[in-house]
């Protein structure tokens, strides 16, 4: 139901058709503070699910799907600023709520492929190549429609909102773990491992909260992962004050978390690999790359008893 005022008259005039003001406007706003109850009309907003748009130049016509909606809390309320559509309050006369679009392989954070050190693209052993990278500070996921780099990919998909994702796999399954963003700031941070085993069925991906740390830390654990079929490898930083921790997973064990021995606070962006029972480690510590590596014992990781090793000097 769309309610009206006309000029002159007093009270609302209800019009159970679309309305298209024309100047001079012959209606005068809307409702304000109209609740949301069932049975009964509230206002409610729409997009397009999705849309072409020419940008120009080389980057062409991309395609623009809904991500959520803009506005200002003080202004207007909604349930659910990601839903589409989503009913909506007007608290004051002057809202405005805009809908938000994410392009087809376009991001607003420029660093979002050099942020951090771990790779954002993998190639799965079907020879399908697999992207994964944050944009309007949530991580989305696309793959190629073929085996070569120069074919088209799929629409990207939100898989979750949070920050500074990595990718590893194993033969065609793939371990993203990310930053997970959480809403309530009075709770801890999460680090997330979301498993995907069928990267064409979104109904049989696993997501798996696998650590804590402080909320106001978020955005700089900045995780990395490693899996083979044996375990599961990560390293993160966990605060500002400690050295880099790992977190290691044996087939279907538990997570085991620890700080990695002989790294302090000055130690940041790890990357890390495996092979067979070991995982090898690098990470920079006021301006020098240091490597070493673990392997584990039965169902829990131990790094090797050595000290980390000085392997470049970053000019």
Partial sequence: QFYTRSVGTNGWQPDFTTVYPESP???????????IVQGKPYYSVQALTSQSISLGGSLG????QFFGWDYDEDEISTPNKY???TPVVFKTSDATI???????????????????????????GDGIYHLIYESLSAIWYTHSLTTDFNGTWSDEMGVELGENPSVANYGNTLKIVCEKANPDFSAAGK?????????N????????????????????AKPVITYNNT???IVYRKNP???????????????EEDVITGTNANCFNPSVTCMASSVFLAYENFYNIYYNSAGYAGWRFNETPKRSHQVAVIM
């Fill in 25 to 35: 406007y012959p209606y005068n706003g809307v409702f304000l503070g109209q609740e």
């Fill in 61 to 64: 016509t991309r395609n623009f």
């Fill in 83 to 85: 839903n589409n559509p």
């Fill in 98 to 124: 805009s809908a938000v679009l994410k392009g087809h392989l376009l991001t607003n954070n420029n660093q979002t492929l050099s942020d951090g050190s771990q790779r954002k693209l993998v190639r799965t």
């Fill in 191 to 199: 680090i997330e491992v979301i498993t995907i085993s069928d990267y």
């Fill in 201 to 220: 069925n979104y109904n049989t991906w696993d997501f798996e909260e696998v650590a804590d740390y402080s909320t106001s830390y978020y955005g700089s």
């Fill in 231 to 233: 375990f599961t490898f």
């Fill in 241 to 255: 004050s400690t050295g880099l921790y790992r977190l290691g997973k044996v087939s279907s064990g538990s997570w």
